[in-house]
């Protein structure tokens, strides 16, 4: 008897994953090993329910790997020191989560030996891709398998066949697709599939609860969060679940990003994500001052790059190490307190107190009196910065009168 193949299936228990299930076993003849990659959006009754799910569909095995400590020390601590917003709005909440859990599926395959790893994305969105690239690079040797890609299935296609199979279950498509995890909740509805309209009230996870304003001390040492009010948290894992707790239910962070996809169309996602945006807000506060203009040009446009290449599933080319340790580099003097209000759908940062802040009184105060220099020494100052244009200015008109001679 031929040895039965093996593959690894990224398992999320929904529509699309359970019909890999039912394939791939039934159709293709494998065993299948599913996988589920926890990197802060479960629930451990949600997670035994997905494995429950896994077993009554039939996989050999099922796990659960829990992975948001290692999510937050090897990807969500960079994005914090990057301050990255994708286009100046989006914390790339699902972008860094997927290539995350697309490589711990493929560590995974390799240490069980599979000759085969599946994913269940379709062919529309940046998922197959970051799925795909990190099978590719680490696991270069196995099989990758899409069913729901390569057979272009619509979802009343997969309904039917599930139920062919005997498996019986309410297959309603909800009105709003929900992906949460530690780093925001993507929302997504027939608001976002159109260039217009924004999200109701009723379709965001988090409910307005709160609305009495409150005052917050948020805590940085070395450019992580470390600290909330009187409470420090050695993990900062800990302080982001913390404060999205507070800020929630204040109907904080809250928006709809506008997006390039990395097969290259447009698309609009709603999200929420409190803890990201205050946290990213605050930090960017507290780095302007305590870092130089220059630490922080150039912290802005690495940054920037390093998110795109995030969101583009790059997160594993070797450049991304060297842009991470410039990062952690810059981040020495990160340390402070920043006050942040919350209010009903707004927040605001409104200063912070730091040893290292550049905004001393000992050098003077801006617009009012300088302590560390003269008027002579500015007048010469000012005098050399602007030779070299006063200089061109010069040749250039000397030159258009020599034109109209």
Not at 43 to 71: C, F, M, N, P, W
Not at 82 to 87: A, E, Q, T
Not at 356 to 376: Q, V
Request: net charge negative; aromatic share 10%.
């Amino acid at each position: 008897m031929s040895e039965v193949k093996k593959v690894v299936l990224a398992f999320s228990g929904g529509l699309d994953t359970s019909f890999c299930v039912k394939y791939l076993s039934e159709d293709l003849g494998y065993e299948i090993f599913s996988v589920l990659v926890d990197t802060g959006g479960f629930q451990e009754s949600e997670l035994k329910a997905i494995e429950d799910r896994a077993y009554s569909l039939g996989v050999k095995h099922h796990t659960a790997i829990a992975k948001t400590d290692d999510y937050y020390q090897q990807c969500l601590k960079y994005l914090v020191f990057g301050n990255v917003l994708k286009n100046n709005t989006y914390p790339l909440s699902v972008s860094a989560e997927r290539i995350f859990q697309a490589i711990a599926v493929a560590e995974y395959a390799r240490e069980i030996g599979a000759g085969a790893i599946a994913h269940g994305s379709t062919g529309a969105g940046n998922d197959q891709v970051r799925f795909d690239m990190a099978f590719r690079i680490i696991a270069p040797e196995a099989e990758i398998i899409t069913p729901i890609r390569d057979l272009r299935l619509s979802r009343e296609a997969e309904i039917e066949y599930l139920k062919s199979k005997g498996v019986e279950q309410e297959w309603h498509k909800a009105a709003y697709s929900i992906n949460k995890g530690l780093w925001g909740t993507s929302v997504g509805g027939r608001e976002t599939l159109t260039s217009q309209g924004f999200l109701p009230e009723s379709a965001w996870p988090t409910q307005v609860t709160k609305t009495e304003p409150e005052t917050i001390t948020l805590r940085f040492e070395a450019g992580e969060l470390k600290g909330i009010g009187d409470t420090r948290y050695d993990n900062p894992v800990e302080a982001i679940q913390k404060l999205t707790e507070l800020a929630g239910p204040f109907g904080i962070g809250r928006d709809i990003h506008v997006g390039d996809t990395i097969i290259g169309i447009k698309g609009r996602v709603g999200f929420e994500a409190p803890a990201p945006l205050i946290i990213l807000k605050a930090h960017h506060a507290l780095e302007k001052h305590v870092l130089t203009k220059w630490q922080q040009y150039w912290k802005d446009q690495m940054a920037n790059w390093y998110g795109t290449m995030l969101h583009e599933g790059q997160f594993l080319d070797p450049v991304m190490r060297n842009i991470e340790t410039f990062l952690t580099d810059t981040q020495g003097h990160v340390t402070g307190q920043v006050h942040v209000l919350l209010a009903p759908y707004r927040f605001q940062v409104l200063g912070i107190e730091s040893s290292y802040d550049l905004m001393s009184a000992k050098f003077g105060s801006y617009g009012e009196m300088n302590n560390a220099w003269t008027g002579e020494d500015v007048r010469g100052f000012s005098k050399v910065m602007s030779n070299q244009v006063m200089i061109y200015e010069k040749v250039k008109e000397a030159n258009q009168v020599e034109h109209h001679r």
